[in-house]
């Protein structure tokens, strides 16, 4: 069981690394034995965004922000993360405060803050979003942000963000994972921990 008084410590104010994990690629080597804290909006972004990334995961927790319940199936949604939860061998946790409720607004991030931060031990590894929210969401892009304030003062977590694709690559379909896999054999240059001049193709540091 994962449980928030894991997370809570004091730690110095500092701003880390906040880099970015291709979407097709799959967790680097050096992350897979670490455990790993997904941070979502909905029930089944796990699937839908981040699956390639965190299916190799040995110890994986996904803290969920809202039911998803836009559309009355809260509690049905709610019901199928901890369902696809233990597919992965995961823990999730539905956090569904009030004021992170499912819809097209956006929401504050010092409440994604303050929601996400006492499930963070140290050393954990935290993947989300990017700035872009994978599909644009106003919930995905207010998690991204409130996960950068995070990583400003949680020096002892690192933090990494889902770089969102192109519209070409969501049109092309199996040809995608061709090149995703040939981009990951010959690409010489490194990825995982540590890294903060990230290959091009990775959206590197902590936005603005």
């Not at 799959?26 to 839908?48: K, N």
């Not at 922000?65 to 199936?73: M, R, V």
């Amino acid at each position: 069981a994962y449980s928030a008084t894991e997370g809570q410590s004091r730690c110095e104010t500092s701003k880390p690394a906040f880099g970015a994990m291709p979407l097709l690629d799959c967790l680097p080597q050096p992350l897979m034995g670490e455990t790993i804290i997904l941070v979502i909006a909905h029930p089944d972004d796990e699937a839908l965004f981040f699956y390639p990334t965190i299916s190799r995961a040995e110890r994986l927790h996904i803290i969920c922000l809202s039911n998803g319940g836009y559309d009355g199936l809260g509690e049905q949604r709610e019901k199928e993360l901890q369902r696809a939860a233990r597919r992965l061998g995961a823990s999730a946790t539905c956090i569904n405060n009030a004021a992170l409720q499912d819809g097209p607004h956006a929401w504050d991030p010092s409440v994604v803050a303050a929601n996400v931060g006492p499930w963070l031990h140290a050393g954990a590894v935290v993947v989300t979003f990017d700035r872009y929210g994978a599909s644009g969401h106003a919930n995905h892009v207010a998690v991204y942000h409130g996960i950068k304030q995070l990583a400003r003062t949680r020096r002892d977590c690192r933090f990494y963000a889902l770089e969102t694709a192109s519209h070409y690559r969501r049109y092309i379909g199996a040809l995608d994972v061709a090149c995703a896999a040939v981009r990951a054999r010959f690409d010489p240059r490194p990825c995982g921990p540590g890294v903060l001049e990230a290959p091009s193709r990775w959206r590197a540091g902590c936005y603005a």
